[in-house]
Antibody, heavy 123, light 110 residues
């Protein structure tokens, strides 16, 4: 059974940093691209970032480019999101999501999601 | 403002058939598959429909989708109380080279 468990959320001041983690199990982690998708309070889903199965390719939404860094440790079956220069508009539940294949693109849709971790950016 | 447009709410009575629309453009729905996700209260989104009306194992055939031009629809027949949830559409966007989502539709079973 595929399981994705996020952690690391919390309250942080504007301009601060936070690192999210996502522990994966139930599948061959290194064979699949992984993403972070967020949901602001009362809003819809927004794709944030994707990393290929090997970790060699990364992709970011314009809203986080230059501030967030996605990475993975395939030896630990763990996905990360380093978030710097946080803004109030980054407040959201952050979901870890598995893709249906190794890479990024139209053929690799989201097939499993974690429960999410809440990030609140406020002074 | 979400790239894909969904009605914020929908409702129906048990046994009824309800549809949820998702409107996009030629760069997303018009040229790529549409995916549907169900989010029960307090839980993670779950894949409901993928690639032209395919359902993951365990998803009942009461759920189906259709597409015409730059719009898509999710249909739920034989509505049940456990279908009460938020529903999201998603598609790849060729112009943005990224995934886009609808704002979600909250389905209430009366």
């Amino acid at each position: 059974e595929v399981q994705l468990v996020e952690s690391g959320g919390g309250l942080v001041q504007p301009g601060g940093s936070l690192r999210l983690s996502c522990a994966a199990s139930g599948f061959t982690f290194s064979s699949y691209a992984m993403s972070w998708v967020r949901q602001a309070p009362g809003k819809g889903l927004e794709w944030v970032s994707t990393i290929s199965g090997s970790g060699g390719s990364t992709y970011y939404a314009d809203s986080v480019k230059g501030r967030f860094t996605i990475s993975r440790d395939n030896s630990k079956n763990t996905l990360y999101l380093q978030m710097n220069s946080l803004r109030a508009e980054d407040t959201a539940v952050y979901y870890c999501a598995k893709h249906s294949g190794y890479s990024y693109g139209e053929n690799y849709y989201f097939d499993y999601w974690g429960q999410g971790t809440l990030v609140t950016v406020s002074s | 403002q979400s790239v894909l447009t969904q009605p914020p709410s929908a409702s129906g009575t048990p046994g009824q058939r309800v549809t949820i629309s998702c409107s996009g453009s030629s760069s997303n729905i018009g040229s790529n598959y549409v995916y549907w996700y169900q989010q029960l209260p307090g839980t993670a989104p779950k894949l409901l429909i993928y690639r032209n009306n395919q359902r993951p194992s365990g998803v009942p055939d009461r759920f189906s989708d259709s597409k015409s031009g730059t719009s898509a629809s999710l249909a739920i027949s034989g509505l049940r109380s456990e279908d009460e949830a938020d529903y999201y559409c998603a598609a790849w966007d060729d112009s943005l080279s990224g995934w886009v989502f609808g704002g979600g539709t909250k389905l209430t079973v009366l």
